[in-house]
């Protein structure tokens, strides 16, 4: 039982690790993500300071909005996109916390599987002495026995000589 629920935790600390892999690659694709659409929004900043009184009057109502709103919208992402890294960090903590208790639970298990091995192999080594001790014990029984069935027909075989004796 022990083994098995070692084989388990391995297997769960394995597929946690794997989890927790996947997700760091997901974080530098997003945080490469991230550094890009900050830089765009960088240059569009820099841009929409310096021209912006240029484009109102360069550019129709209608465009003027439609820039905005992209730009608008990519730093929305750029905030969801921080916000998923911070989400994600938090969760490869989390995992890694996991790891680390059931890390310590299987070493746990381990050494009281092996505490029970050493406890049975010396009670095992009991019950081979007691064992040995009752095979004595029979074995005494056993020449015992034979000795007596020898000397009792020893005992009718000198009855019988002697009832002859006597008969005669």
């Not at 750029?78 to 916000?83: I, K, Q, S, T």
């Amino acid at each position: 039982m022990a083994k098995q629920r070692v084989a388990s935790l391995t297997s769960e600390c394995t597929t946690m690790r794997a989890t927790l892999q996947e997700q760091e690659d997901h974080l530098r694709a997003k945080k490469k993500e991230c550094e890009v659409l900050r830089m765009n929004l960088a240059k569009e900043t820099e841009w929409g300071v310096s021209s912006k009184q240029d484009c109102r009057d360069q550019l129709h109502a209608a465009e003027f909005v439609k820039a905005e709103e992209l730009r608008a919208k990519k730093k929305r992402i750029a905030e969801d996109l921080h916000a998923q890294i911070a989400a994600t960090k938090t969760e490869q903590v989390e995992l890694r916390g996991r790891i680390v208790k059931l890390t310590d639970d299987r070493d746990k298990e381990l050494h009281r599987a092996d505490e029970l091995t050493a406890s049975l192999a010396s009670v095992l080594r009991k019950q081979a002495v007691k064992m040995i001790e009752w095979a004595k014990k029979l074995a005494d029984c056993v020449a015992a026995r034979s000795l007596e069935v020898k000397c009792k027909i020893r005992f009718e075989s000198d009855c019988d000589r002697l009832q002859e004796q006597l008969k005669l």
